[in-house]
């Protein structure tokens, strides 16, 4: 829609200003598309979170039916066929008391969310030890690395009532 403000706009110049500012346009559009090109794979690429789809698929095959994972991106609980429980903003031993709460068996975590959205575990991507968690899978995709942590000691396992994620009104 802007483009067509803008071409319309354009159309609007005095002659000898729509030269310029044709080519104006021109380097405005060209530059953010240059400069993103070599960063990817092209102007074609689709940017699906690839990271997160091969944490996933790992989990899948190297974890029992019934685990349960701690994670960003609902691209992991898709791929891995596993319940997810979304990642608190907290300390890593906060992080940990809140999956130990909820039953979490894996921690799955990505570079980019811990530079951008959750400094405070930027740890995990430092060498360990991790208190409650060891390195189970190590990934890298585009210069981005995941990680998988296991919880240890695993979370009890309550056959009769499994853990659950609460909601405000529950009993």
Wanted: net charge negative; charged share 20%; hydrophobic share 45%.
């Amino acid at each position: 829609m802007l483009c067509i403000l803008a071409g319309v706009g354009l159309v609007q110049l005095r002659a000898s200003w729509r030269r310029w500012a044709f080519w104006g346009a021109i380097v405005l559009l060209a530059v953010p598309v240059m400069i993103d090109i070599p960063r990817t794979d092209g102007i074609f690429d689709t940017r699906e979170p690839v990271e997160h789809r091969i944490a996933g698929e790992w989990i899948a095959d190297n974890s029992p039916a019934g685990a349960r994972i701690m994670t960003r991106s609902l691209v992991t609980e898709f791929y891995s066929a596993r319940k997810a429980v979304a990642l608190p903003y907290g300390s890593i031993d906060e992080t940990v008391r809140f999956a130990y709460h909820h039953g979490v068996d894996y921690l799955a975590v990505d570079e980019f969310l811990m530079k951008r959205f959750r400094p405070q575990l930027r740890p995990l991507f430092e060498a360990g030890p991790w208190p409650g968690l060891s390195l189970v899978q190590e990934s890298t995709y585009r210069g981005r690395v995941t990680r998988i942590f296991e919880l240890d000691p695993p979370p009890p396992v309550d056959s009769e009532n499994p853990p659950g994620l609460g909601f405000v009104g529950d009993g």
